[in-house]
């Protein structure tokens, strides 16, 4: 039954198109009784069978004001989704056995405030990816989140989500069903314990002196001058003069960084499997850029050259993404 109830719903939502921005209609908005609302149902039909039996007028009017306020609960239930606007921020990449973060901005233009509107992943477990609960002012717009748990490393279309109200009574529930057009792109999660970083390459041309030592760093040091930018001033060295009691810092050496190039090769990291390749060339790139290093990245048909700064690191991962 459930396999049954899984293709169906497969079968519905791949009819219904992709699209960042989806305004709700009479057309794709959809409403149910709930469990609570076959349950009032049922006792509103008891207790007209037992006015009629026992002529209680009082009965009748508790039934007949019972039953006026569930229709009336139904149509403010419709129109608190119906007319609501939705649109979704193309996610940020994200590594493999995290969470996406999808960014939805719900618009209405409506004189009154909408509650009570919730949203969700179809088919997600409640555990790892939560509903996420709004209200909407009334001519404005909101903002809420939904997380996703992503399945693995590469570029995936998002899945079906659905936004849904029990207002005011919790008697019915209005629901609708949308497919987003963005994907997310899942780079490979990174080692958690990666190796060092490989030795640096000589140039052409270079002696190439300098090395990469285990903690990751160009041994080509000096003395902090006065002009050097920050971010060649080598940290780890510096706190660990500062604990020594030394007042010193220590600056990499442009001349001697230059005579090395340090490339992070997939047929030389030293992992087993493709899988952990891609992820201890993960955690290089990352590390690599972390210590603000010129680095080139050579993968199966293809080679980036070496250089620095988030474009470089966001093309490297996307390469190790697609690899």
Request: proline fraction near 7%; include cysteine.
């Amino acid at each position: 039954m459930n396999k049954f109830r899984a293709r169906l719903r497969t079968w519905w939502h791949n009819r219904l198109p992709r699209r960042d921005t989806l305004t709700l209609t009479q057309r794709n908005v959809y409403i149910l009784p709930t469990r609570a609302g076959w349950m009032l149902a049922l006792t509103l039909l008891l207790l007209l069978v037992a006015s009629i039996n026992y002529q209680l007028n009082l009965g009748y009017l508790l039934t007949f004001l019972l039953a006026g306020s569930a229709v009336a609960g139904m149509h403010m239930c419709h129109a608190n989704l119906r007319g609501l606007t939705l649109h979704l921020n193309p996610p940020e990449p994200v590594h493999a056995g995290q969470a996406a973060v999808l960014e939805i901005r719900l618009s209405s233009e409506r004189k009154r405030t909408r509650h009570g509107i919730g949203m969700g992943v179809i088919g997600a477990n409640l555990a790892h990816a939560p509903l996420a609960w709004t209200d909407v002012p009334a001519q404005a717009s909101t903002t809420l989140q939904v997380s996703w748990p992503v399945p693995a490393r590469g570029q995936h279309a998002l899945p079906a989500l659905h936004a849904f109200t029990l207002f005011p009574l919790g008697t019915f529930r209005v629901w609708t069903v949308w497919r987003p057009a963005s994907t997310v792109l899942v780079y490979p999660e990174p080692e958690s314990a990666p190796p060092p970083l490989p030795p640096g390459e000589p140039q052409a041309g270079s002696s190439g002196s300098a090395r990469v030592q285990s903690t990751g760093e160009f041994d080509g040091v000096r003395a902090y001058r006065r002009g050097d930018p920050i971010k060649a001033v080598v940290w780890k060295k510096a706190a660990q003069a500062f604990a020594a009691g030394r007042d010193e810092l220590v600056s990499r050496d442009a001349l001697s960084t230059q005579r090395q190039q340090l490339w992070l090769d997939h047929a030389q990291c030293g992992a087993g499997d493709l899988e952990g390749r891609l992820s201890r060339l993960t955690a290089w790139v990352l590390m690599a850029d972390r210590l603000g290093l010129d680095f080139g990245l050579r993968v199966p048909g293809r080679e980036i050259a070496p250089d620095q700064g988030p474009t470089h690191r966001a093309r490297c991962l996307e390469t190790l993404a697609l690899c």
